[in-house]
């Protein structure tokens, strides 16, 4: 797999951080059962605030800037991520943005309302159409054409999420530097990977990337939005088109058991809380400190501690959880379950080895026993 091929910004000047995590680890697995959790910190990923639409963007900004664009429409729901890191790319490079914010939730849009919001007008926004469900991708082309013929800009419509083949290829890029990392910083393999599954960049950009290295970790969406079948077939269809991209081969063909989804975390819909939700977040922030969002990272990752509960990987597992982003939506949302409780160290350091699993526990007492 070749990525050079292909013209790319640059948002971000070093690889985000694999992390192990052995206070959430512990938190949610006993000694005997203990599965080791790991994180890929895309929440540090460059532009305001960072996430996953980073990797995304570097693809889909360069292609806008070889077409000559001056501004760029997108579309988003309330609050979304991708809108705010759509507008601080266009920031970046001296371009005008424009955002189509679609009500998935009847009267959840507030003009004055914080959080991704309030940095819309922070960052400059030329301007926001709202509009209901479903409205979002006529009213970009609508947009666009008007901007084209009253105005003569030339206007680059990029999807909601940055989620096509040219986005997703962000997200083969960065199988390309999980496998990197594991070799340069000797982690120990992952027996599986876990993420968001939301528009689909991000999980089908792994599944092509990680087939194209012939790597076979799989890879495991939590869907934020659709039923199963729904979800599985729009990212089966998404991948291929990625991984037909990337090798530059149209007949090349995944199959679909190459792309898993879990939709038991959605609840009563997406960007509702749920209790596991309120749950997941409190217990990253109270064990790792580690800031989640309610609507995509906070739900996946309430998939991802519910799939370990439950014995879906065996005792002694390396899994890894890719972090979408999204701390900025925290303000907005508020979520928090106040009567999580972890587990307390007695005063022992807690280690955080990134080597050998077998040196991957989480304090001096388990380690004893591990000798035992």
């Known amino acids: 797999m070749d990525l050079t091929k292909f013209p790319r910004r640059k948002y971000t000047p070093h690889e985000t951080p694999i992390e192990y995590m052995p206070r959430l680890s512990k938190a949610v697995s006993n000694d005997n059962d203990r ?68 009500e998935r939730v009847p009267d959840s849009y507030k003009e004055d309302a914080s959080g991704n919001n309030y940095l819309f007008h922070l960052l400059g926004v030329e301007r926001i159409i709202q509009v209901g469900l479903g409205e979002a991708p006529a009213k970009m082309e609508e947009w666009a054409k008007e901007l084209r013929e009253q105005e003569g800009r030339n206007v680059y419509v990029c999807p909601g999420g940055a989620s096509n083949e040219i986005g997703a290829t962000g997200y083969c890029a960065c199988a390309q530097e999980i496998q990197y ?72 063909e995944l199959p679909v058991d190459a792309v898993t989804v879990y939709d038991d975390y959605v609840g009563p819909g997406y960007s509702l809380p749920t209790p596991e939700m309120a749950e997941a977040v409190t217990l990253f922030a109270r064990t790792e400190g580690i800031l989640l969002d309610p609507v995509y990272s906070g739900k996946a990752a309430a998939g991802f501690l519910d799939l370990v509960r439950q014995g879906t990987f065996p005792a002694g597992s390396n899994i890894l959880f890719i ?44 380690s004893t026993d591990d000798d035992n």
């Open 181 to 252: 990392q594991l070799f340069k910083e000797q982690l120990p393999r992952f027996d599986a990977i876990v993420t968001a599954s939301g528009s689909g960049g991000t999980h089908s950009g792994l599944v092509a990337g990680m087939t194209a290295l012939r790597c076979d970790i799989p890879i495991i969406g939590i869907s934020t939005r659709h039923p199963k079948d729904k979800q599985t077939d729009h990212i089966h269809k998404l991948a291929v088109k990625t991984y037909q991209h990337v090798l530059g081969d149209t007949a090349a």
């Open 323 to 366: 972090h979408t982003g999204g701390a900025p939506t925290l303000y907005h949302y508020q979520p928090l379950a106040p009567e999580v409780s972890v587990p307390q160290n007695e005063g022992k350091p807690m280690t955080r080895k990134n080597s050998d699993a077998t040196d991957v526990v989480t304090d001096e007492d388990d």
């Open 35 to 102: 599965v080791n959790l790991w994180i890929k910190r895309d929440d540090m990923l460059g532009l305001t605030g960072g996430g996953n639409k980073t990797r995304k963007l570097e693809f889909v900004m360069a292609d806008a800037l070889a077409q000559g664009a001056d501004t760029i429409v997108t579309c988003g729901a309330v609050q979304s991520n991708h809108c705010r890191l759509t507008l601080s790319a266009c920031v970046k490079e001296g371009l005008k943005c424009c955002l189509v914010i679609e």
